[in-house]
């Protein structure tokens, strides 16, 4: 007489399934399970993976790591909202200092001022009036002509200095009075009337040397003189030079420095070589 086995019933309650290699969640199957046990299963019963046992299968994400508004699933919860900041579009200063810099190795940076997540169509600034105080202080006066600089004044800038020295003219009136200046070897000191030349407008700046004439005579012995870059002064037709230094110290640099000249209230025109500081 055959034997007939028992099959086993399982109706109602449930049971954990947490053996490894018997269950998994995976993007080809999702969730799944195997039967535990054979028999018949009513639909009142239920296998599950305790959570605590299937979240080390998930991710490690929080809420915080996870785009404001878009929902997830980790260790940390199922279908939970994120709440990562987003900035999107407008912008941000970022002027405190030791946040930003400028510099040949990488040259303009700045930190990220905020946690979150960023979109192409968002922008970071350091304002110019920060910015420039970085930056050198030349203007296009003092780069050479045709070559581009930024400075504190602009970007980018194109020089307008033109190299070499500088020449300027002009027509000047002498002083009525006289004063000292030191001829020949240093020792000698001779009474001349002088005049100033008028150089604040061209700024700060060398003088290399002059030559000056009374107005309208070209030549013609104590009409005309040279001065040489060491301000030595050249009377022609004399055997007397005048070492300007003796009286001026500063008279290569000087706004205002004075020449002596032979005649008071006279005008003499003068021709200027310098070259810009």
């Given at each position: 007489m055959a034997k007939i086995k028992a099959i086993a019933t399982i109706i109602t309650g449930k049971q954990s399934v947490t053996t490894t290699g018997k269950y998994g969640i995976d993007t080809t199957y999702g969730a799944w399970v195997y039967i535990p046990t054979p028999g018949y299963y009513s639909i009142d019963h239920c296998l599950n993976v305790p959570w605590?046992?299937?979240?080390?299968?998930?991710?490690?994400?929080?809420?915080?790591?996870?785009?404001?508004?878009?929902?997830?699933?980790?260790?940390?919860?199922?279908?939970?909202?994120?709440?990562?900041?987003?900035?999107?579009?407008?912008?941000?200063?970022?002027?405190?200092?030791?946040?930003?810099g400028i510099n040949t190795s990488s040259g303009v940076w700045m930190y990220i001022p905020k946690d979150g997540w960023y979109s192409n169509k968002y922008w970071l600034q350091v304002p110019w009036g920060t910015l420039k105080n970085f930056l050198g202080n030349a203007d296009v006066s003092r780069v050479l002509s045709g070559y581009t600089f930024t400075s504190q004044n602009g970007i980018k800038l194109t020089g307008t200095y033109k190299y070499g020295v500088q020449?300027?003219?002009?027509?000047?009136?002498?002083?009525?009075?006289?004063?000292?200046?030191?001829?020949?070897?240093?020792?000698?000191?001779?009474?001349?009337?002088?005049?100033y030349i008028p150089l604040s407008s061209i700024g700060n700046h060398m003088l290399c040397g002059l030559r000056y004439n009374k107005h309208g005579v070209s030549s013609g012995g104590w009409e005309y003189a040279v001065v040489n870059p060491g301000m030595i002064v050249s009377l022609i037709n004399t055997g007397y030079f005048i070492d300007l230094t003796k009286n001026q110290t500063d008279v290569k640099t000087s706004s205002k420095p004075w020449f002596p000249c032979w005649e008071p209230n006279t005008k003499y025109d003068v021709t200027v070589y310098y070259v810009n500081m």
């Open positions: 605590d046992t299937l979240k080390s299968s998930l991710g490690t994400a929080t809420a915080a790591d996870v785009y404001t508004g878009k929902t997830f699933t980790s260790q940390n919860g199922t279908k939970v909202t994120g709440t990562m900041p987003g900035f999107t579009e407008g912008g941000h200063s970022s002027a405190l200092e030791g946040k930003w020449v300027t003219s002009m027509t000047v009136t002498s002083d009525a009075s006289t004063t000292p200046f030191y001829e020949g070897d240093g020792t000698t000191t001779v009474n001349y009337n002088w005049f």
